[in-house]
């Protein structure tokens, strides 16, 4: 799948998932570039609706890249990250070689779980690659396609249950860094767009 890899600050207010957590805050999201592969689409002509949970995985992973680790690390020391749930609500539509601006964000995070938020936008042409955020290259807001979220338990090599705060405090922190203000490197661009459930168009 190409992609490219951006990161930046956002601000929410509080989201649904395992709790209203870090409402208000200013949260951090990580923004990836996907373009739309002939494999990915259906008889219709448009991108199948199994592939966001795939392009929400690729932007949740560069997430937690931000903040110094990587999935495979995090398993290789013990964490488990499994999805206990997932949704995904669609509003338009992707065709192929269209390039979406997939964005990932904690929306709510406890010992026991994290739940990320997610959503994707259709940038219209490849100069949109010149825009910056949601923006589409041109002055507007690439239009929504779909909004999602997973949640994930934290477990242990055997699939245990654990307490993050107390199992890997390290990584706890740095989720709820996440959460509140990104990583501590300087990416935030300082935009804000104000939603009540994650990153939003401003609309």
């Not at 956002?10 to 923004?31: H, N, P, T």
């Not at 373009?35 to 199948?48: C, I, L, N, S, W």
Request: aromatic share 10%; glycine share 14%; with cysteine.
């Amino acid at each position: 799948m190409d992609h490219d890899i951006m990161a930046h600050g956002d601000s929410r207010g509080g989201g649904g998932g395992v709790q209203a957590a870090f409402a208000g805050r200013r949260a951090f999201a990580a923004e990836v570039r996907v373009t739309v592969r002939y494999h990915e689409t259906d008889q219709m002509g448009v991108a199948h609706h199994s592939v966001y949970p795939v392009w929400f995985e690729v932007a949740r992973t560069e997430f937690i890249k931000a903040f110094g680790y990587t999935y495979g690390e995090l398993e290789n020391d013990g964490l488990m990250l499994p999805v206990i749930s997932l949704s995904c609500e669609f509003k338009g539509y992707c065709r192929y070689e269209d390039v979406v601006l997939v964005r990932a964000w904690v929306s709510a995070l406890t010992g026991a779980r994290i739940a990320f938020g997610y959503d994707a936008r259709r940038l219209s042409e490849a100069r949109s690659l010149r825009g910056n955020g949601a923006g589409d290259g041109k002055g507007g807001i690439a239009p929504l396609v779909a909004r999602g979220e997973t949640t994930h338990a934290f477990v242990d090599r055997q699939l245990r249950p654990v307490n993050l705060r107390k199992y890997k405090p390290d990584v706890y922190a740095a989720f709820a860094e996440g959460a509140r203000h990104g990583p501590s490197d300087g990416q935030s661009d300082g935009q804000s767009h104000g939603s009540s459930d994650g990153p939003s168009d401003g609309r």
